[in-house]
């Protein structure tokens, strides 16, 4: 539910307006806007949000494991329009199955954002460049920021034998 105080934001009503069915819930905390997108709907919200409400810096990806909540995972973004001096949060909820389309085509800058978010929960990003380990050695076995990760993380023989 989307309050009327949040729908009295400019940016807020605009992206109602236009993408009202992406919207699925939004809230107004302490001054800073979240707003819950459809997965599916990322890449044209974001785009609308660039070309037109002139939210043209992408300021980090990042994502919680709400584990065993279902879907377990919630993906952030944070965007800021220089010239307005605004920021704006977007979350989407993603399952363990869900592939969520790359942002590359919207900000090149979240290539390495959406890496770092594969390689520490194992969020697959759909039609990502190189969707490779960013943080991790390539020989890392699971996502070390996922709950049901070990605490003490997994046991690796790193001698040179």
């Given amino acids: 539910m989307i309050s009327d105080e949040l729908k009295a934001r400019p940016a807020v009503a605009a992206l109602l307006e236009r993408h009202g069915g992406a919207i699925t819930d939004g809230v107004l905390y302490r001054g800073e806007v979240s707003l819950f997108v459809e997965p599916s709907e990322i890449v044209a919200v974001t785009t609308f949000l660039r070309d037109q409400l002139q939210f043209n810096r992408l300021s980090g ?3 919680v494991d709400w584990e065993p909540a ?3 995972f919630e993906v952030i973004y944070l965007l800021h329009s220089l010239p307005r001096n605004e920021r704006l949060r977007l979350k989407l909820r993603a399952s363990e199955t869900t592939a ?3 942002l590359t085509s919207v900000y090149s800058g979240a290539n390495w954002y959406e890496r770092e978010v594969w390689d520490l929960f194992g969020i697959r990003f759909l039609n990502h460049p190189n969707l490779v380990r960013i ?9 070390p920021l996922r709950r049901d990760y070990p605490t003490h993380g ?8």
């Fill in 154 to 161: 997994h046991k690796y023989d790193y001698s040179t034998e």
């Fill in 70 to 72: 279902d879907p377990r």
């Fill in 100 to 102: 969520i389309e790359s």
């Fill in 61 to 63: 990806i990042t994502a």
């Fill in 135 to 143: 943080m991790m050695p390539d020989s890392w076995e699971g996502h």
